[in-house]
């Protein structure tokens, strides 16, 4: 089956029913039907998010329709029908609405307008995770992938997001959403002699995107290097207190081990590992580290933390 809707505001009805449609098979099936008393028909969960917005949320619904299309319509007229608490939000408020939309071999392409770009961070996941579970209720659909304007979405990393299904957003016990991507990172860890910085690419590197990208380079860097002709920089007992980003910096808060190195590493090495790595990303442009929430530090004694650190390539050598 393959069909296109027409663009406009139908087409927001049209893909918040569909959020709806899809929800049972997020579930593991397309939806329950129930028979006797007074009514009959099919049990479907529509899918929202909560005010808070740490979680997607449902409610159940039962439709005696058995026509796909008219289901759908059915559907998406509930999906924008407000709650009458108003504990939580429907997918597609406000101005985001698609454009359109295709059902071709089990994938559903859902074409926004540049509007979808206005969500951000955890929002945006959680808008995603409930129009793909509840899209994939809809009979004859498996998967999901979304474009703005037939381009396809790219996620805060620049990756493409490609097809979802309705596994890809897992609960866990907090009934919050985990949304696993993939992104490319490079990383700047210690040469052998830790007297400069090599370069170590990682590729397709799985993460649970309820964190941001600048939390898991100072994990990954916490954690230290894959490859045989890197070295760690940072003590591996350090906690990461916090890492935010504005106006282009990014201010990580560690824990008091970060001023432990149990390893033959310069300081500038260290500090232009942590550098060099969160300005990769495209929001940063400079570093403020901190202990513990104080800048008034120097860092064994050489560097001083109340220095706002931009990238420096000087210090890197090629890796062999």
């Known amino acids: 089956m393959r069909k296109r809707l027409k663009s406009g505001r139908y087409f927001f009805f049209y893909a918040v029913w569909i959020v709806g449609l899809l929800l049972c098979t997020a579930c593991g099936h397309r ?54 608490r108003m504990d939580y939000q429907t997918p597609l408020a406000g101005e985001i609405s698609v454009a359109g939309h295709t059902l071709d071999n089990g994938l559903l392409t859902l074409d926004f ?53 309705a596994d890809t957003f897992i609960e866990n016990a907090g009934n919050e959403i985990n949304a696993y991507e993939k992104v490319d990172l490079k990383l700047y860890f210690a040469n052998e002699t830790g007297d400069s910085l090599v370069e170590e690419n990682r590729r397709n590197v799985v993460y649970n995107s309820n964190i941001s990208l600048e939390k898991l380079v100072m994990e990954k860097l916490v954690a230290g290097p894959e490859t045989n002709d890197a070295y760690p920089t940072i003590n ?26 149990p390893y033959n590493v310069a300081s500038d090495v260290t500090i232009y590992s942590i550098t060099n790595s969160l300005v990769e990303l495209p929001n940063v442009n400079r570093v403020q580290i901190s202990v513990n929430g104080e800048t008034n530090i120097f860092y064994r004694e050489k560097v001083n933390l109340n220095n706002v650190f931009e990238r420096n390539l000087d210090i890197l050598v090629p890796l062999h």
């Open 236 to 261: 591996p007992a350090a906690k990461i207190v916090s890492v935010n980003v504005k106006d282009g910096t990014c201010y990580v808060d560690l824990s008091g081990d970060f001023l432990n190195q």
């Open 31 to 84: 939806g329950e039907e129930h028979r006797g008393g007074e009514h009959s028909g099919t049990v479907y969960k529509l899918y929202y998010v909560n005010n808070d917005e740490t979680k997607i949320v449902n409610r159940e619904y039962m439709s005696e329709t058995t026509d796909t299309t008219l289901l759908f319509e059915e559907l998406l007229g509930q999906l924008t029908i407000l709650a009458e």
């Open 113 to 165: 307008d540049e509007s979808y770009k206005t969500l951000r961070g955890t929002r945006e996941i959680l808008v995603r995770a409930s129009i793909v579970r509840t899209f994939t209720q809809l009979p004859g659909v498996e998967r999901v992938t979304f474009t703005i304007k037939g381009e396809q979405l790219i996620d805060a990393a620049g990756t493409a997001v490609g097809v979802m299904a």
